[in-house]
C-alpha cells in the first residue's frame, strides 16, 4: 500500500487555515501471530461471558453464524 504523497507546504498551510490538524493513527498489526492469538483470546472470553450471563440462550449458539450473511 504505501505512505500516502506528502503535501506540499501550501496544501498543509491551507488545511490549517481551514482549520484541520495533523493526525497519526497507529494500527495493530492484523497479521501478527500474537495480535490473533489475543484477538482469539478475547473472543473466547466474550463468548464465555454471554454463555455465563445466558445470552447464547436469547440469540442461539450458532448467531454468529448468520453474522457475514448481511
Known sequence: MGR???LSPDERAE???QGYRPVE???PDFS????????????RS???A???????DLLGEDAYED???A
Open 50 to 56: 454471554d454463555r455465563r450471563e445466558g445470552l447464547t
Open 32 to 43: 501478527s501471530a500474537s495480535y490473533r492469538a489475543e484477538a482469539a483470546r478475547q473472543a
Open 25 to 27: 493513527v497507529w494500527v
Open 4 to 6: 500516502p504523497r506528502e
Open 15 to 17: 488545511l490549517l487555515r
Open 67 to 69: 453474522w457475514d450473511q
Open 46 to 48: 466474550s463468548v464465555e
